[in-house]
């Protein structure tokens, strides 16, 4: 039990973190020391300064032993994901895939994205009943017409794989995500159908490269060696699920603040060229990454309180995104007039997040692109939150959007 006076906390139940776990998170960054939670067994790490003090040194604070809570309970394998590799060797694989998310690249790329957009936009005229049934007559389920479809889309065109494939890789980075909190039979089978399917791309790209990332992959080399097909199977798994999962979730907590917070919206409306500020409030104040794992190389201290080797720290993103010492009394409040340009949404240090660039550029655009069409976001319905240890999602948001 903890020794805490905040008693036992549920930090690793996947319902508590989808439902409103931040009154939680202010009492854990108002603690003199870190909070343990016993089971498991993890340093609750809920303070921005502390987030970025562990994050900054990977050599004392490594993600190779694991960066999900549900690898508490299971083996981890060497170089699964580019996620569990520390530097140095993490700075090899990155440079692979980085030129896909050059600046150069990505503006080459925003009037596709644009154009997708706008198509995905224009069906809401036809969408009453779609999503799944969550939606309203007149209304529009905005996680399964537009944040599922828009960033699957974007990642399927720079991986050169069909989008037409939408629907199942939707399944299988669902799958990916449910893992992530508890694995099952089924989320097991179904990475292996999506590992199954990119077998079958890499073959094909050996033979017929392009100019997408998966030809770049089978044609790099890391120490003058390629990689094996172990290694790239990993690579497709990562892309696949972090290019969607993250502007997933942005796109429909940026949406669901925007219908909460409707004076925000109409500053937007009369003021289009706040977008990018945003878009920085929403990753800030929705955090669409929850938390990730580092375990201690040796003994060490944060926050005052004796971290002994071997013990796993639980970096909350989404605590230090709210925390007040950096953004102010009002932390807890969505404010697009905010500098939240400190956020650790996207992490920090050599695991900042590769697509972080691209995954802003999909959610300007689709503000754009909302605030140019409707003067208003509405609510039509109770949204419904994703349980989940790492990402803070939505499974159904029922939107009514006002011209």
């Given at each position: 039990m903890s020794a805490s006076p905040l008693g036992v906390l549920p930090l690793a139940d996947p319902s508590f973190h989808g439902g409103?776990?931040?009154?939680?998170?202010?009492?854990?960054?108002?603690?003199?020391?870190?909070?343990?939670?016993?089971?498991?067994?993890?340093?609750?790490?809920?303070?921005?300064?502390?987030?970025?003090a562990v994050s900054r040194d990977p050599a004392t604070f490594c993600s190779s032993r694991g960066t999900l809570?549900?690898?508490?309970?299971?083996?981890?394998?060497?170089?699964?994901?580019?996620?569990?590799?520390?530097?140095?060797?993490?700075?090899?694989?990155?440079?692979?895939?980085?030129?896909?998310?050059?600046?150069?690249?990505?503006?080459?790329?925003?009037?596709?994205?644009?154009?997708?957009?706008?198509?995905?936009?224009?069906?809401?005229?036809?969408?009453?009943?779609?999503g799944a049934g969550a939606a309203p007559a007149g209304g529009v389920d905005f996680v399964a017409d537009f944040a599922v479809q828009l960033p699957i889309l974007v990642i399927a065109e720079m991986l050169g794989v069909p989008g037409s494939d939408l629907e199942q890789f939707k399944k299988w980075s669902d799958a990916a995500i449910e893992a992530a909190s508890e694995a099952s039979p089924e989320s097991m089978a179904q990475a292996a159908e999506l590992l199954t399917y990119f077998a079958g791309v890499l073959a094909e790209r050996r033979v017929h490269p392009g100019p997408d990332i998966l030809s770049t992959l089978v044609a790099s080399e890391i120490d003058g060696e390629r990689l094996d097909e172990f290694d790239l199977l990993m690579f497709c798994m990562t892309l696949l699920v972090a290019g969607n999962e993250t502007t997933r979730n942005l796109l429909s907590q940026g949406a669901l603040a925007l219908a909460r917070h409707p004076g925000e919206m109409d500053r937007l409306v009369a003021d289009p060229t706040l977008v990018p500020r945003a878009v920085e409030e929403m990753l800030r104040f929705g955090s669409p990454i929850l938390a990730f794992l580092r375990t201690a190389t040796r003994d060490a201290e944060v926050r005052g309180t004796p971290v002994r080797e071997g013990d796993r720290l639980l970096l909350l993103y989404a605590s230090a995104n709210r925390?007040?010492?950096?953004?102010?009394?009002?932390?807890?409040?969505?404010?697009?007039?905010?500098?939240?340009?400190?956020?650790?949404?996207?992490?920090?240090?050599?695991?900042?997040?590769?697509?972080?660039?691209?995954?802003?550029?999909?959610?300007?655009?689709?503000?754009?692109?909302?605030?140019?069409?409707?003067?208003?976001?509405?609510?039509?319905?109770?949204?419904e939150a994703l349980p989940s240890l790492l990402v803070r999602g939505l499974v159904h948001l029922p939107l009514a959007f006002v011209r």
């Open positions: 409103d776990p931040f009154p939680t998170y202010r009492k854990l960054r108002d603690e003199p020391l870190l909070y343990r939670c016993e089971t498991p067994g993890f340093w609750a790490v809920s303070r921005h300064e502390d987030v970025i809570l549900s690898d508490l309970e299971r083996p981890i394998m060497p170089r699964q994901s580019i996620l569990y590799i520390d530097p140095p060797e993490h700075g090899k694989y990155r440079k692979l895939v980085q030129p896909a998310f050059s600046p150069g690249r990505l503006r080459a790329l925003e009037g596709w994205i644009r154009a997708t957009t706008t198509r995905l936009l224009d069906d809401f005229g036809d969408a009453s009943g779609r925390d007040e010492r950096v953004f102010g009394d009002d932390a807890e409040s969505f404010r697009i007039g905010r500098d939240a340009s400190g956020h650790v949404a996207f992490g920090f240090g050599e695991h900042f997040c590769l697509g972080a660039a691209l995954a802003r550029m999909e959610a300007r655009v689709a503000f754009e692109e909302i605030v140019r069409r409707w003067r208003r976001i509405e609510l039509a319905g109770d949204p």
